[in-house]
């Protein structure tokens, strides 16, 4: 390994919002600028549903109301992390309205509760609460007018139970707030029994048409608590409210249609498309599946595709697809990004977590060159990169820090000293992101870079701009988690908002 190798920084990639304004942070670009598809002739309002306990729902929408005046910053040494939520009203920094009627407001009863709270097995727990939301969310679903989005306010009294929570280990509990759906439902930290929870829900939430987003009391209550395994969750942070604002309000935009912001490319560039391949366990757990989730860089748009069952790498057991699968799933998301732009893309980038093998390598190739691809990027992205970079000092390298290693290598910083926040806003040592190109038609690695850096940002789960992972193995990954829940013979909703 040359560890000789030219360092560089990249700078911050910038964001569009409204009217072509251009900003590195997405909640100060929101401000400013509005969403990038916010028409002043035709203002948007979104229609929410909300299925929870009578306490949950009422609270939820008490905060609802609470929200449209805007929620003041936290106070901090760093304003630029911690700004105030401007509204969520058709002033403020979605430009829109954001409205629940009471007609799609529907309460589980006290008694329900009580009785899957009640239920010793844990997977029938969690099948009775998916079931008790499902009736619920269908009920709504098939009005004649349902709402654009439904967010799910789980009681505390069925998060701690499908969290499987409720028995904590010598009377040892941490108490703290959870910020977002994507914080709560998504870390590695949640318990099995909580993941078939949302997956399941989820997976039934793809037949009703009508995106869901669930939702703890502690984002919108400030008095609730969940119990916690000190253990387990000790190290969770703790959102303000204006940043937990944030979070939700962008979901539920996103969600219901809208599309917050975008990438930016260049006139001189080619039309890129990124599609990201992960692997996902089925429910039987003895049968690997793939998903993909293609993002369209100039809408913002998720595409997803299911992919065959995969194969286990003798020498390493790492899944992959056989040459027909890779070649399928290519053909498959090709042609749907024809659908939508009326032409192939001049350029196509696959991002994988792990090596491409032969056999994919086949079946990718000869899809690309049916298609008349003439430029290609194939890069594997491991979770973990074998090499770290040290700073002076006691804060670590910028974000946007990269060394070229070799021909085929490049590390990057996705995570770091943000100059805009003017700190790090981590807790942890960060761990670079170690891109290997297999495939790699694009000349420079300083726009494989920089892409790379602004998929990071492309997460409408979240409002803070420093992502870890670009959304295409983040989306394929959290996609797989409610897939293996939909039956073979389900056809998945394609659009992305169903399954963040």
């Known amino acids: 390994m040359n560890l000789t190798s030219r360092l560089s920084h990249f700078a911050e990639p910038l964001l569009e919002f409204g009217s072509g304004g251009r900003h590195v942070d997405v909640r100060f670009g929101l401000a400013e600028y509005g969403p990038v598809d916010f028409n002043p002739e035709d203002p948007r309002t979104v229609r929410i549903g909300i299925v929870g306990s009578r306490e949950s729902a009422g609270k939820f929408q008490e905060w609802l109301s609470f929200c449209e005046n805007g929620i003041s910053a936290k106070k901090s040494r760093q304003p630029n992390l911690f700004p105030m939520f401007g509204g969520s009203s058709s002033f403020g920094p979605f430009r829109c309205n954001f409205e629940a009627d009471q007609a799609d407001v529907r309460s589980i009863s006290s008694n329900a509760i009580s009785k899957i709270c009640m239920i010793e097995d844990d997977a029938a727990a969690v099948d009775a609460a998916v079931q008790a939301y499902a009736e619920e969310l269908q009920s709504i679903a098939e009005r004649d007018r349902p709402p654009h989005v439904v967010v799910c306010a789980l009681p505390v009294e069925i998060i701690e139970r499908v969290s499987n929570m409720r028995r904590a280990a010598d009377g040892e509990d941490d108490v703290e707030p959870e910020p977002s759906e994507e914080e709560d439902l998504g870390s590695s930290a949640r318990s099995k029994e909580m993941k078939n929870f949302r997956g399941s829900l989820k997976a039934f939430s793809l037949r009703l048409r009508v995106p869901i987003q669930i939702v703890w009391p502690t984002t919108y209550d400030n008095s609730a608590v969940v119990k916690r395994r000190l253990a387990q969750h000790s190290t969770r942070r703790v959102q303000d409210e204006a940043t937990r604002a944030w979070n939700l309000f962008c979901a539920l935009y996103y969600k219901a249609g809208g599309t917050p912001w975008r990438m930016i490319r260049e006139k001189r560039d080619f039309s890129s498309t990124y599609m990201g391949v992960s692997f996902y366990e089925g429910v039987d757990r003895r ?210 908002r169903f399954y963040m």
């Open 287 to 496: 049968s690997l599946k793939t998903s993909s989730a293609q993002l369209f860089d100039e809408r913002g748009e998720g595409l997803i595709l299911r992919g065959g069952t995969a194969k286990e790498d003798k020498s390493n057991r790492q899944p992959y697809l056989s040459s027909e699968d890779a070649h399928d799933l290519t053909v498959s998301s090709l042609k749907s990004y024809k659908r939508e732009h009326g032409n192939y893309p001049a350029r196509l980038v696959v991002h994988k977590t792990s090596r491409f093998h032969p056999e994919e390598l086949e079946g990718f190739n000869k899809a690309i060159e049916a298609a008349e691809i003439d430029y290609v990027d194939l890069l594997w992205l491991p979770n973990r990169s074998p090499v770290k970079l040290f700073r002076d000092g006691v804060y670590p390298p910028l974000r946007g820090t990269a060394m070229r290693v070799d021909d085929a290598r490049s590390i990057l910083y996705t995570r770091g000293s943000v100059d805009f926040f003017r700190t790090y806003p981590g807790m942890y040592v960060p761990n670079p992101v170690m891109l290997h190109a297999q495939r790699k038609d694009t000349s420079s690695w300083d726009q494989t870079i920089r892409e790379t850096l602004a998929l990071t940002k492309m997460n409408w789960n979240g409002t803070q701009f420093d992502g870890a992972s670009p959304i295409t193995l983040k989306a394929a990954k959290q996609v797989g988690e409610i897939l293996k829940y939909v039956e073979d013979d389900q056809r998945p909703d394609p659009r992305y």
